[in-house]
């Protein structure tokens, strides 16, 4: 994909912020992490793929339950930051691996397991990066998604994008339930099950977290305040900026 504006505005975002995505509560914490954990028992001799690793926080919880764990992400610094994680916590089934979503450095059927987690909306082309999942993964491997979910109602769509781009410009989109399903199909992955969480973020660290700019984080709050109560019952905003939103965990199956 060689290196695009988009793969630079990715990399500085994350690359200078690594360290702080590694001690995000919302980050290291989550009722999903239970699920993937669930998925895992008895598959002791397993090969995982963490897709847009981050911090590394899915690789921490699934290693000790697989044979190996390949974190992988666009961010080099991110990798440094599991790498050092991995073994101060004496994981050292976990390898690191550099490159792009959208093209992933394996042989086909490389993996029995791809777990993804909040990576999804920093993808260029989720359906070139979902064809990759699928060429990589064995035959009757699973795949699993965690991200945050558009509403799908285009007031609110339009509301969580514009939110989501003031606070990181590394943002691309947040997709509905149904844009998740058809890509998937359309990958030739198989959606098994899906279900819906809420999660909630308080502003000052969520902004924090990014380094977002000053007039960015104003227009934020600005903007809260100036939409409708629809919106603002949706995503249940309170006076200080904090809010709730809608996350998707979803199974799919080659």
Same mark, same amino acid.
């Given at each position: 994909?060689? @290196?695009?504006?988009?793969? &630079?505005?990715?990399?500085? =975002?994350?690359?200078? =912020?690594?360290?702080?995505?590694?001690?995000?509560?919302?980050?290291? &914490?989550?009722?999903? /992490?239970? $699920?993937?954990?669930?998925?895992?028992?008895? &598959?002791?001799?397993?090969?995982?793929?963490? $897709?847009?690793?981050?911090?590394?926080?899915? +690789? /921490?919880?699934?290693?000790?339950l697989?044979?190996e764990v390949?974190?992988?992400?666009?961010?080099q610094?991110?990798?440094?930051?599991?790498?050092?994680?991995?073994?101060?916590?004496? $994981? @050292?089934?976990?390898?690191?691996?550099?490159?792009?979503? %959208?093209?992933l450095?394996?042989?086909?059927?490389?993996?029995? /397991?791809?777990?993804?987690? *909040?990576?999804?909306?920093?993808?260029?082309? #989720?359906g070139? !990066? #979902?064809?990759?999942?699928?060429?990589?993964?064995?035959?009757?491997?699973?795949?699993?998604?965690?991200?945050?979910?558009?509403?799908? +109602?285009?007031?609110?769509?339009?509301?969580?994008?514009?939110?989501?781009?003031?606070?990181?410009?590394?943002?691309?989109?947040?997709?509905?339930?149904?844009?998740?399903?058809r &890509?998937?199909?359309?990958?030739?992955?198989?959606?098994?099950?899906?279900?819906?969480?809420?999660?909630?973020?308080?502003?000052? +660290?969520?902004v924090?977290?990014?380094?977002?700019?000053? !007039?960015?984080?104003?227009?934020? $709050?600005? #903007?809260?305040?100036?939409?409708?109560? %629809?919106?603002?019952? *949706?995503?249940?905003? %309170?006076?200080?900026?904090?809010?709730?939103?809608?996350?998707?965990?979803?199974?799919? %199956?080659?």
């Open positions: 994909m060689g @290196n695009t504006p988009h793969t &630079q505005v990715v990399q500085k =975002q994350f690359g200078e =912020q690594a360290s702080a995505y590694l001690s995000s509560a919302v980050h290291a &914490q989550g009722t999903e /992490f239970a $699920l993937l954990q669930a998925e895992l028992a008895g &598959q002791g001799a397993a090969r995982l793929l963490d $897709l847009g690793c981050g911090a590394g926080h899915v +690789s /921490f919880h699934v290693a000790p697989v044979n390949v974190a992988y992400d666009l961010s610094q991110m990798l440094d930051v599991v790498a050092a994680a991995a073994v101060d916590r004496g $994981l @050292n089934n976990i390898s690191t691996a550099h490159g792009y979503a %959208e093209r450095p394996f042989a086909d059927g490389e993996f029995d /397991f791809v777990f993804s987690r *909040y990576s999804a909306h920093h993808w260029s082309d #989720l070139l !990066a #979902l064809r990759e999942v699928r060429r990589v993964l064995k035959p009757g491997g699973v795949a699993a998604f965690v991200d945050v979910l558009s509403p799908g +109602s285009p007031l609110l769509d339009t509301y969580l994008q514009t939110v989501e781009v003031l606070r990181d410009t590394s943002h691309v989109r947040d997709y509905s339930a149904g844009e998740w399903m &890509q998937i199909s359309e990958a030739g992955l198989h959606v098994r099950s899906s279900s819906r969480q809420r999660l909630r973020l308080e502003y000052s +660290s969520w924090e977290r990014m380094r977002t700019p000053p !007039a960015l984080r104003a227009a934020i $709050l600005e #903007l809260q305040q100036a939409m409708g109560q %629809e919106v603002r019952d *949706y995503f249940e905003i %309170e006076a200080d900026g904090s809010f709730s939103t809608d996350v998707l965990v979803v199974w799919a %199956e080659r």
